[in-house]
């Protein structure tokens, strides 16, 4: 515990101390435990393992070629028509989004966000993109080559196989055939273009009678009073829990999600209580989904929060701090994780957060609270003004030296100095001298994008990162606490190398 006097803030080397709150044990030194309470494909692939055709989950985006014609199906604008068979290459209109039913029967979803189905309301025969809600009439089997999983024909509500008979004409009225030729109109060619791992593809993969099992399993093992005692012993004072806005509904959540992983997080606040830690409750999928990404929740990878779902997603902050002001570990309440600007309208975002900040506060006026940037074409610096007017309040930003081709090409000392310039700059921008809001780097790693260095080089740009990310006046969290196949992502690994020492 820091018991910090006031003092003149002259310089950014001082900023810590001016905006520290006696009393509170900020700036914190936290682990992500991303991959538990919410589900990220490419943290714990094993996962999926069990799921039949895991090739084929929600939001797989595909592409249908036929054989015959050597031609994409498309959907013509992007949705609205009739689908046709004429195109030499594919993109957006050409490409489906899978809703998934069982292993074997899906929805198709189109750029518009329409589904395939029967003209007529299922009477027809014509392949169509109109309707918005799926239905019978939008519900096809995927009929795999038992050989060659990509060689596909689709089994339309009537029974019957859709065919491309001519470039201008896709219909369901093919019969049954053992035939898998090219010159077999009944016949496409799937191509893989996307897929989702996430918390929406996990469940409903496995269903409603196994997943309970898999997560219940999975929850209670991937993180346990042990790694809170690692994490103590290490120099770690704190944790960020990212959960998803189905944990409200407890042991009933809407399908496909799964019940129980409140009691998980009850776990982590008594074993952080034990281990003088801190929570940080990150609201990481909100209903809707702010930003499309899988650990967003999202089934299919469209996003649509707004306006509409702001009061959904107030009831899930004020679900979090009722049950866990009273919990002498809470450190803070994070409203929600990465919104993306170019779904998210400030505006909506602004009333939301406001909302939010009053939630907390009916149950605890110390919990922080804190408001995440916008991913995207936005200032981090636009919420300040809002937050400056909160008590207890904090911007989180997230720095990753990845996703933009400007990184790709860095070696290490690259990116050491654009640690200690840029982002030190970045930080700077967004840390008040009068600890109203708090800064927060609540994300960021010691990969890098040319992840193939030696141990040395990921050390020393991870002491850079915590030289700088050190100045946050609320403190710095890492993704993650543990990431199995994913190398330097795994603050545990990197403790365990001697890589950060804390």
């Given amino acids: 515990m820091k018991k910090l006097v006031a003092i003149s803030c002259l310089s950014w080397l001082f900023l810590v101390s001016c905006s520290a709150v006696a009393g509170q044990d900020v700036p914190f ?7 538990w309470l919410v589900a990220e494909g490419w943290m714990t692939p094993d996962l999926f393992d069990g799921i039949p055709n895991k090739d084929l989950l929600d939001g797989t985006q595909v592409q249908l070629k036929s054989t015959m014609l050597n031609k994409y199906l498309t959907a013509e604008n992007g949705g609205g028509s009739n689908l046709v068979a004429n195109r030499d290459s594919a993109s957006g209109w050409e490409t489906f989004w899978l809703w998934r039913i069982n292993e074997n029967t899906f929805n198709l979803r189109v750029f518009n966000k329409q589904f395939v189905g029967l003209d007529n309301q299922g009477q027809g025969k014509n392949i169509n993109a109109i309707s918005t809600t799926p239905g019978n009439a939008e519900t096809f089997q995927i009929v795999r080559k038992q050989d060659d999983p990509s060689r596909i024909r689709l089994r339309a509500s009537n029974g019957l196989f859709v065919q491309a008979p001519s470039g201008s004409s896709v219909v369901a009225d093919y019969g049954d055939t053992s035939d898998w030729g090219d010159q077999n109109p009944c016949v496409f060619q799937l191509n893989i273009v996307n897929t989702l791992r996430g918390e929406y593809q996990l469940t409903n993969g496995y269903g409603r009678d196994k997943a309970p099992q898999v997560l219940k399993d999975h929850w209670n093992n991937y993180i346990v009073e042990d790694d809170f005692k690692f ?13 998803g806005w189905w944990i409200q509904y407890d042991q009933t959540p809407p399908a496909p999600f799964v019940g129980g992983s409140l009691q998980a ?30 650990h967003s929740g999202t089934r299919d990878g469209f996003a649509e929060w707004g306006d509409s779902y702001v009061q959904r997603t107030v009831e899930v902050i004020d679900f979090l701090a009722k049950r866990y002001a ?11 994780n990465e919104p993306n600007a170019a779904i998210v309208q400030f505006s909506a975002l ?9 939630a907390v506060r009916k149950y605890t006026s110390t919990a922080y609270v804190i408001l995440s940037a916008r991913l995207g074409d936005a200032s981090d610096k636009e919420f300040l003004s809002l937050a400056g007017g909160l008590d207890r309040s904090v ?3 997230h720095y990753y030296n990845l996703f933009s081709d400007q990184f790709n090409n860095m070696d290490e000392q690259q990116n050491i100095d654009y640690i200690r310039n840029d982002r030190a700059a970045q930080l700077q921008e967004v840390t008040q001298s009068n600890g109203r809001p708090l800064s927060f780097v609540g994300e960021w790693t010691a990969a890098m994008a040319k992840d193939n260095q030696d141990m040395e080089a990921y050390r020393r740009y991870a002491q850079a990162q915590l030289d700088v990310y050190g100045k946050a006046t609320f403190g710095w969290a890492y993704w993650s606490y543990k990431c199995e196949p994913c190398g330097m992502w795994s603050l545990q690994r990197m403790i365990l190398r001697g890589l950060i020492k804390l």
Avoid at 29 to 35: I, W
Avoid at 231 to 243: E, K
Avoid at 269 to 289: C, E, R, T
Avoid at 350 to 358: A, I, L, R, T, V
Wanted: hydrophobic share 40%; glycine share 10%.
């Fill in 29 to 35: 030194k936290a682990a992500n435990l991303g991959g």
């Fill in 326 to 336: 009273n919990r002498p570990s809470l450190g803070a309440i994070e409203l929600m």
């Fill in 350 to 358: 602004s009333d939301y957060y406001k909302k939010g900040y009053d």
């Fill in 395 to 397: 911007i989180d930003v």
């Fill in 231 to 243: 994490m103590s012993d290490n120099g770690l004072n704190a944790v960020r829990i990212p959960v």
């Fill in 265 to 294: 997080l009850d776990n982590a606040f008594s074993w952080a209580q034990k281990y003088n830690m801190k929570v940080i409750v990150d609201l990481h999928a909100v209903p809707g989904s702010q930003n499309g990404n899988e």
